[in-house]
């Protein structure tokens, strides 16, 4: 089951030196969650500006949790932390400050492909979009797909990026994926520093993506 980083399917916090938490991170499992998780989709695509309509992403938010459910998928919410004392690891009342999710290369929920994926993008910065495949071959072996980070305005260098992305590649390496992969705009500087900084190298199209300037990421595991 692909769970937040940190192992337990609970929680995980990111703590500076000293002090409380700046966030929490926990896996999607209630509706509620996946409420959340669709809301801040929704508001990356708006951030983002580009036309995505060939991803059938109203059909993916409106099956949640679709292409994401475990064992080879999972969604990761960030979460404000809970007050001192509230206990707890996130979530409830808690302010959403951030998403990513992980899904099987090739399962596109309502993505208008066949074997095609879309990837994710970094700290403040929106995804780029799958497409349909063309003649791009994708990765040998069982491959995750890094998709939906997102991380809201208030939570901007904070680290959150980097911690989100970090929690897909345990989390994928968890589920006994071997590699992992994105793809994200060449404009989106913040998110090709975390993929570059965390490991990923650049490689070439694991699919037809349409939109312009497009970055493919990988990680093996």
Not at 36 to 41: E, G
Not at 133 to 157: D, F, I, Q
């Amino acid at each position: 089951m692909v769970e937040a980083a940190g192992g337990d399917a609970g929680t995980a916090s990111a703590a500076p030196a000293a002090g409380a938490p700046r966030f929490v991170l926990r896996a999607a499992e209630t509706r509620a969650e996946l409420r959340t998780f669709a809301d801040l989709t929704k508001e990356y695509y708006e951030w983002l500006g580009e036309d995505l309509c060939f991803q059938g992403i109203e059909q993916e938010l409106a099956g949640l949790p679709g292409c994401y459910a475990p064992p080879g998928g999972g969604i990761i919410l960030a979460f404000a932390p809970p007050p001192a004392s509230g206990g707890g690891g996130g979530g409830g009342d808690s302010e959403p400050l951030g998403c990513v999710a992980v899904r099987p290369l090739g399962k596109h929920g309502g993505d208008k492909s066949d074997d095609s994926g879309s990837g994710s993008v970094g700290e403040g910065q929106g995804e780029s979009g799958g497409g349909e495949s063309g003649g791009a071959a994708a990765p040998p072996g069982p491959v995750a797909e890094m998709k939906r980070l997102w991380v809201r305005g208030a939570a901007r260098g904070t680290g959150l990026g980097r911690a989100l992305v970090l929690a897909a590649v345990a989390a994928a390496r968890g589920a006994g994926y071997k590699s992992i992969v994105l793809d994200t705009l060449e404009r989106l500087e913040a998110a090709n520093k975390i993929y570059e900084g965390v490991g990923f190298r650049r490689r070439g199209a694991y699919y037809h993506n349409p939109l312009p300037n497009v970055v493919y990421w990988e990680l093996d595991l």
